[in-house]
């Protein structure tokens, strides 16, 4: 459904992106992630025909983004950084504006305006002015314009930022019921938001992917396995005194986040940690952390995003 080969952004002294290359399938939802300024967003402003790219190939739902950004356009909801929001008019107008400019047949105009209005949570301020509103509702503006001509793909740049907690919720569980029919990528820096709404992800760290891969490889204890998170404080590298402990399979030390931590790869069910925690104090290390880990995203993240090159 998006293809892309070799993107290249240069700006005047500055590789937004270099030498960008994934491919999305029909239906899949990616989380797109990355740290501030590492190329998310210059992406995505790519792929919806905002910019142009230096050099590269992009393609989505089978066009070319440089030569047919009309076809692209169609086939993209695009939810920026920023809505483009026209805000002296009011929210059902500027629907009513943007159905208009995306080419919703006029029939077709209040189904889908009402849809984007009750899937985005908008009822209540219809008739207020947008620019008016709360940071939070601008952004669920942006998400209704997103979705207005209902598009197969959507494009997603941070949706969840600056929304309260229950739209959070509302705004993920939203975009699971799109799964299936609408492929999305969507850029966060919750990484939780991943594994809650994704079943892929993709980071990107200084322009270039570093990681592409599915969620159920990367949550990959294995079935009879489970993972802890271990914190302490040693005078050394202690992985080997921890796996010598009953029930523990290997201990990895996460480097990223302080050579402290450790990840313990156990026997699924068989809760060691009081086995681990009186093993540190019989060590003399001090315990500053031991936690059961629902997703090692968070480790696979640090990881990748600090070491150099990273893992393809
Ligand atoms: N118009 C521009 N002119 C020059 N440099 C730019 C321009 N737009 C973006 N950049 C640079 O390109 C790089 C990538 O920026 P981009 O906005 O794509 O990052 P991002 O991953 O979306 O970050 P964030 O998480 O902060 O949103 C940054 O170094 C940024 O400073
Ligand atoms: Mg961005």
Redesign the pocket.
Same mark, same amino acid.
């Given at each position: 459904m998006i293809v892309t080969e070799n993107l290249t952004?240069i700006?005047?002294?500055?590789?937004?992106?270099d030498g960008v290359s994934f491919e999305v399938q029909k239906g899949e939802i990616v989380g797109f992630l #990355?740290?501030? #300024?590492? #190329?998310?967003?210059?992406?995505?402003?790519i792929l919806t025909c905002f910019q142009p790219a230096s050099s590269g190939t992009a393609r989505v739902a089978g066009h070319d983004v440089f030569e047919a950004a009309d076809a692209v356009k169609r086939n993209i909801g695009y939810l920026p950084?920023s809505p483009p929001l026209y805000l002296e008019m009011r929210v059902r107008e500027y629907l009513e504006f943007v159905s208009r400019i995306k080419g919703v047949p006029r029939s077709m105009r209040r189904q889908r305006i009402d849809e984007s209005v009750e899937r985005c949570g908008l009822g209540d301020v219809q008739q207020r002015t947008t620019g008016k509103l709360s940071k939070g509702y601008r952004q669920r503006v942006g998400l209704a314009q997103a979705m207005l001509h209902n598009p197969p793909i959507l494009i997603l740049?941070?949706p969840t930022s600056g929304l309260d907690p229950k739209q959070v919720v509302e705004v993920r569980r939203l975009i699971r019921e799109l799964a299936g029919e609408h492929t999305i990528i969507l850029?966060t820096?919750i990484l939780p938001e991943v594994s809650m709404t994704c079943e892929r992800v993709i980071i990107?760290n200084q #322009?270039r992917i570093v990681l592409s891969r599915s969620l159920r490889d990367l949550d990959a204890p294995g079935p009879d396995r489970e993972s802890l998170l271990l914190e302490v404080e040693a005078s050394a590298d202690v992985s080997e005194q921890l796996t010598s402990l009953e029930g523990v399979h290997s201990a990895q030390r996460v480097a990223a986040d302080g050579a402290r931590r450790y990840r313990l790869l156990c026997d699924r069910g068989r809760d060691v940690r009081p086995r681990v925690a009186s093993f540190a104090v019989q060590q003399g290390w001090r315990l500053l952390e031991l936690r059961a880990q629902e997703t090692n995203l968070e480790e696979i993240y640090l990881r990748v995003v600090t070491s150099e090159g990273g893992v393809a």
């Open positions: 952004k700006y005047p002294g500055k590789r937004a992106i #990355g740290p501030n #300024g590492a #190329g998310k967003t210059t992406t995505m402003r950084e740049d941070e850029s820096h990107i #322009g």
